[in-house]
């Protein structure tokens, strides 16, 4: 098996940049990628299994969905889709602290700008009841000026929540 050079992590500090960071794991993405173990599966044969999955989560087979994501992530451990495919499954069997490190992760693998897992976060957090930090995780998606139209129904789902929140309060 081709071994992985794995670069030092980034220093953690006040002017610590998630953008860095994203930038180092897609370059460890890319090393993993040229190893043997990622080339067990093509890409294709990735896409069905990521199909199954799917499939299955929308029979409301979530543990069989949930096998067939962690298998994925076996093999494409840095694919945010996955893990967000894995994490909302996790969200929807009601496993809301498994599910919170996995959105986090698929925030920063993904693109910063999605604010997909940063919803289902703020969700997870609300159905633990941690209005507070929910609310905090939920006032950037509502105040993001130039929202992408493609996201027009994640603002409405955010401000829906921060309704619900506030009433609870």
């Given amino acids: 098996m081709k071994s992985i050079a794995i670069p030092p992590a980034p220093d953690v500090a006040q002017s610590f940049d998630f953008v860095t ?12 990628s040229e190893s043997d173990l990622a080339r067990r599966f093509s890409d294709e044969q990735i896409e069905v299994l990521y199909s199954v999955g799917h499939g299955l989560f929308t029979q409301g087979k979530f543990e069989n969905a949930l096998n067939v994501f962690k298998m994925i992530m076996l093999y494409r451990p840095f694919d945010a889709r996955n893990m967000e495919a894995y994490a909302t499954t996790l969200k929807r069997m009601g496993r809301f602290e498994e599910a919170m490190p996995i959105f986090a992760a698929a925030l920063l693998y993904g693109e910063l700008a999605d604010p997909m897992p940063s919803i289902h976060m703020a969700e997870c957090l609300a159905a633990l009841g941690r209005a507070d930090e929910s609310a905090r995780m939920l006032r950037p998606i509502i105040d993001l000026a130039g929202v992408d139209s493609a996201y027009g129904e994640v603002r409405v789902r955010a401000e829906n929540l921060l309704a619900m929140l506030r009433r609870q309060e």
């Fill in 21 to 32: 960071l994203r930038d180092s794991i897609r370059d460890l993405h890319r090393r993993f």
